[in-house]
């Protein structure tokens, strides 16, 4: 029975990643306050948020001083922006403190307002750069098949999702995809992850070498790949990719935008998988979403350019509105800081034993193929035979069916393509939360054998 919320939202919304057909049957679940790592419905059911949202509230639902530091910025100077040279206070402050905690050297930062806008921004810095150093050829970019890096034009074009491409005409021309490091998935009968990564940098070096080396301009890849199954690189992989890289001249842009600041255990993936990166794209836990920002980080040699070509042809013609939005570089700056108070990234190198402990546990599950993560962030697959690793029709849903037993049961988490389940707890959640989040998906995983038996989906 669906309540009259529920019913003004179906009749008023288009919800983004939704079926919408099926929503207008099941409709919403609503939200409306949170308390810590939980979040509770208008019933005043609770769950706990076992994605922080959407990878991003890092401190939780309930922090006062990110609420009080938005509200005096929102009375000081609620809006001024960066263009023609403008500037303000905590967008300055944000960009020392970010140059500051860098994995790699970073000469400036360049605001946004989403994880997509940034990529976009890569996208183009990178075709405005190599046009400018006299390389109009060196335009293409290699993403990974699914990789995410969001949904704007350039953006969804660097996703190697089909969601993402199929009848809105993309990818681009010149967006290319290369292979997928799961290896769970995709290695050989027998191959070990060292030889996978090595076979998989062989092919990223094949198809750099068919497009030719003078066409291709840069290489994007998040440290953990998210929306694609919450998948954590095989053994050897970024050493492998940074020398490919490197023999051709290839910049490297990181996608932090789910690892920023803290989740696999370091400040930033980019460190725990010693990526050789030139530029980072930030969003998300930067303001632990109390505010919505992004943020670029280039490094001196992508700055040099950059002024240069002012020198040539003036105003660098790129930015929006909102980007360094001061209530948002305000709410980053206390984001920041608390990190480094609370020794927050100490934290979650303290509990991550705990969380994954409880997520390989999971494997014991008659339908868990494979658990595995860093830090506080893992992802399991559920298959229809774990021995020859075989899968369940994609349309049964077997994976959604258990995220809407895990709801059930107080437990939001989220299914993704394959039939993968993402776990992305905020991250100061304890370890007897912890427990109590397995311990809740346990019980949504024994409803959802008993689902596929009955529905005899474990037959032939
Ligand atoms: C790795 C990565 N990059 C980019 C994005 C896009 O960010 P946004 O949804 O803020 O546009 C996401 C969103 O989940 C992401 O996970």
Redesign the pocket.
């Known amino acids: 029975m669906l309540t009259n919320l529920a019913v003004r939202d179906i009749e008023t919304l288009v919800h983004p990643y939704t079926n919408l057909a099926t929503h207008r049957e099941v409709g919403p679940l609503v939200l409306e306050r949170g308390r810590g790592v939980f979040v509770y419905d208008t019933a005043g059911k609770d769950y706990i948020e076992g994605m922080a949202g ?2 991003c509230t890092s401190l939780g639902y309930s922090n006062q001083e990110l609420a009080e530091v938005a509200y005096e910025q929102l009375k000081k100077l609620p809006f001024t922006h960066l263009f023609s040279g403008r500037s303000h206070d905590p967008a300055i402050e944000l960009a020392e403190k970010l140059k500051e905690i860098a994995p790699v050297p970073i000469s400036k930062v360049f605001y946004g307002a ?4 940034a ?1 976009d921004t890569q996208v183009k810095l990178v075709w405005y750069m190599n046009n400018a150093l006299g390389r109009p050829k060196k335009k293409k970019i290699i993403s990974r098949l699914k990789g ?4 704007t034009v350039a ?1 969804a074009s660097l996703t190697g999702l089909p969601a993402n491409h199929t009848d809105f005409d993309l990818p681009l021309p010149g967006i290319l995809h290369t292979s997928c490091p799961h290896h769970y998935r995709f290695a050989q009968p027998g191959e070990s992850e060292l030889d996978f990564s090595a076979r998989l940098a062989a092919e990223l070096d094949e198809m750099i070498q068919r497009e030719g080396p003078d066409t291709v301009a840069a290489f994007i890849a ?1 440290p953990v790949m ?2 694609g199954g919450a998948v954590t690189p095989p053994e050897g992989y970024f050493e492998a990719i940074n020398a490919v890289l490197a023999k051709y001249d290839i910049l490297f842009i990181a ?1 932090e ?2 690892t920023g600041f803290g989740r696999t255990g370091e400040m930033f993936g980019t460190t725990t998988y010693k990526m050789k990166a030139d530029t980072l ?1 930030c ?2 836990a930067l303001t632990s979403a109390y505010f919505p920002l ?1 943020a670029v980080l280039i490094n001196e040699p992508v700055y040099e350019v950059l002024v240069d070509q002012s020198k040539k042809i003036g105003t660098f013609g790129h930015g929006n509105t909102y980007a360094g939005h001061p209530v948002g570089c305000a709410v980053a700056v206390k984001t920041l800081e608390i990190y480094q108070r609370d020794r927050i990234i100490e934290h979650v190198r303290k509990v991550a034993p705990k969380f994954l402990q409880r997520l390989t546990r999971l494997a014991e599950h008659p339908l868990v193929g494979e658990a595995r993560g860093v830090g506080l962030i893992g992802g399991i697959e559920l298959v229809k035979d774990k021995a020859s690793k075989a899968q369940f029709e994609a349309k049964k849903g077997v994976a959604l069916k258990s995220t809407s037993f895990a709801q059930e049961e107080g437990l939001i988490l989220r299914a993704l393509g394959g039939d993968r389940v993402a776990f992305c707890p905020p991250l100061v959640i304890s370890e007897a939360e912890i427990d109590e989040l397995f311990d809740r998906y346990e019980r949504a995983l024994a409803k959802t054998l008993d689902w596929v038996k009955a529905e005899g989906l474990l037959a032939g």
């Open positions: 959407l990878w989403s994880g997509s806008d990529n995410y890096h969001g949904v953006s998040e998210g929306a996608d935008v789910i794209s969003a998300k992004s």
